[in-house]
């Protein structure tokens, strides 16, 4: 059986390093394969109407997102 990649993806939350529609924290609450590629489906967890689709290979950007919910001072 092939490995899965990003295997913990589903119910990660991440910080965005700038405001995304508004807000911050996120959570994955979908992911699909395309090719090669990962996606992840992201909600804000103040606001559940905000929903996007992101890549994995920008989610591993540090520079735009940070693994967890971590307040401003904390991302400094």
């Known amino acids: ?14 910080t965005a390093r700038e ?5 911050r924290h ?3 609450v ?3 394969n395309e090719g090669k590629l990962v996606f992840a ?8 109407s905000v929903r996007f689709w992101t890549s994995t290979k920008s989610l591993s950007d540090r520079d735009l997102w940070q693994p967890g919910w971590k307040t401003l001072e904390e991302q400094a």
């Open 41 to 48: 489906e992201l909600v804000s967890a103040c606001d559940p």
């Open 1 to 14: 059986m092939k490995k899965q990649k990003f295997p913990h993806l589903l119910g990660s939350k991440w």
């Open 19 to 23: 405001k995304t529609f508004g807000w």
């Open 26 to 28: 996120f959570q994955v």
């Open 30 to 32: 979908n992911r699909k």
